[in-house]
């Protein structure tokens, strides 16, 4: 196996894409129809659940995305371990779009120009020997994107910040819940594709340490807080969160009165990809809000390159301050060894992992009722944690009796976990109500070949779910 060092350089360079660029341009027009319809249907519901007061009645009178096409550069084509073809490439996209939003209370305005900017994966996989070749096309972003609106019309609402900050909250968040790593967008494109071969597990998992913050002082305050901050020295409470890609945040605890802050705490990550950017955000914990302090990042594969320590810089506003804060890191893979899983049984501080549970769904087969009322769903649940797919409907064209799912769920394996480990429990759902489930118990994955059990599991009223339940230790990488 190729070491850790030998994986992080083993990209032979970038190149341009010229032709790429090319295709993009001829079906922009294409593109821009199935982008809009995916916006209207995806976007605009999560307007109602996630934007305060008037604003949740934002909706789409007009919605063009523009004539100019994105542009891709700088394309890294690579091999997956698991037999896949990887394409790594920038996006560019400086959108001259024609979009209109109004709702109730709300004034009409427009989004002119969207600016976009990030690192998209292409995973190409499984390849077969039988056209179309490829299996699946699955898109991500490496990191979140960038993202930028200009507003038109109504300048003194639409410009404001509350709208901006708001509108790009929705729209990012629903990036990264479908095509921010971990999560990918799967396209298929040969209909028996098997989602247990299309799947590309994490690439390991990072520990890293928040170790101490230097030159800390709270940003320029105004109004109350500013008059406050006069009577009273300003020293500021900092605390840490950080984010890998889509994963769950970390939050470290709060220093109180202290310019120079120092944590020593560690927390576990898992990686999809050596390119995914840790960011830290510090902030000064305040009873009137928190404040930014800064920002600083770096990723994966810079951080274990530089020998597994890195004093990183801070950003406050894309202004560089006079802070700085150290970070340490050691890389773990992840090994289908059961004697490495059960031998960490004892190890492991508060927020360190052991080993990873990975449970598929990849369809369920032989759903009865009658087509109109069946909105089929899988519940996985293990170690007291809860996980659901999305939900299916009828529609023409599709097979709700047999319906795919292709969903993954990664569980973290903790050693109060594998002291006393429970069955992994699938269940069935049709709306909110459980029609049948199966239980796998936990020392039949462990003693499975692999430690993979996989296949089609009976759930009850000869309904059948296919899915596949792995275990993984965790070893340090060298």
């Known amino acids: 196996m190729a070491g850790l060092v030998d994986k992080l350089t083993a990209s032979g360079g970038t190149e341009s894409v010229d032709f790429l660029n090319d295709i993009v341009e001829q079906l922009w027009p294409n593109i821009n129809a199935a982008g809009c319809q995916m916006v209207k249907d995806i976007v605009e519901p999560m307007f109602a659940s996630m934007l305060p007061g008037p604003l949740a009645t934002l909706r789409f009178a007009k919605l063009d995305l523009g004539p100019i096409p994105m542009k891709l550069s700088e394309v890294d084509v690579h091999k997956t371990d698991h037999g896949g073809i990887k394409l790594d490439m920038d996006v560019t996209w400086e959108g001259r779009s024609d979009i209109e939003m109004d709702g109730n209370m709300v004034p009409k305005f427009g989004i002119e120009h969207i600016h976009l900017k990030g690192r998209l994966s292409i995973l190409l996989a499984p390849l077969t020997n039988i056209i179309p070749l490829i299996g699946a096309a699955q898109v991500a972003f490496i990191n979140p994107p960038e993202l930028k609106l200009d507003f038109t019309n ?3 609402i639409a410009d404001c910040f509350l709208v ?4 790009r909250k929705v729209i990012l968040s629903v990036i990264s819940s479908m095509a921010v790593l971990p999560n990918r967008y799967l396209v298929k494109l040969d209909s028996k594709n098997d989602y247990f071969k299309t799947y590309l597990p994490h690439v390991g998992a990072l520990r890293l340490t ?7 002082n709270g940003p320029k305050k105004s109004g109350a807080k500013g008059l406050l901050a006069k009577i009273v020295k300003d020293v500021p409470d900092c605390y840490c969160k950080v984010n890998i890609g889509a994963g769950e945040e970390w939050r470290t605890s709060t220093k109180k009165n202290d310019h120079n802050p120092e944590w020593n705490e560690t927390h576990d ?3 999809a990809d050596y390119d995914q950017q840790v960011l830290i955000d510090i902030q000064d914990d305040d009873f009137a809000g928190d404040d930014d302090i800064g920002i600083a990042t770096t990723t994966v594969k810079d951080i274990m390159l ?3 320590s890195k004093e990183l ?3 406050h506003k894309d202004s560089l301050t006079d802070a700085k804060i150290t970070v340490h890191a050691k890389f773990f893979n992840f090994v289908d060894d059961a004697g490495i899983l059960t031998s960490n049984q004892n190890e492991g501080g508060e927020g360190q992992i052991v080993g990873l549970a990975t449970i598929l769904i990849a369809s369920a087969l032989g759903l009865q009722g009658q087509r109109d009322e069946l909105n089929p769903s899988i519940k996985v649940a293990w170690g007291g944690k809860e996980y659901r797919t999305a939900a ?5 064209g599709t097979d709700i009796f047999n319906p795919s799912f292709d969903q993954a769920f990664q569980v973290p394996v903790t050693a109060d976990l594998l002291a006393s480990p429970s069955n992994f429990k699938i269940a069935l759902l049709n709306g909110k109500s459980e029609t049948g489930s199966v239980e796998i118990p936990f020392s039949d994955v462990l003693n499975a070949p692999g430690l993979i059990k996989e296949g089609g599991f009976e759930v009850g009223n000869g309904a059948i779910v296919r899915a596949s339940v792995s275990l993984r230790g965790l070893r340090l990488a060298h």
Do not use: Q, T
Not at 164 to 167: C, E, G, I, L
Not at 210 to 216: L, W
């Open 306 to 308: 530089n020998g597994g």
């Open 210 to 216: 928040i170790g101490r913050a230097v030159n800390i």
């Open 269 to 271: 990550f898992l990686v």
């Open 392 to 396: 299916k409907s009828y529609s023409p």
């Open 313 to 315: 810089e801070l950003f």
């Open 154 to 156: 109504a300048a003194n």
């Open 164 to 167: 901006d900050k708001a509108v």
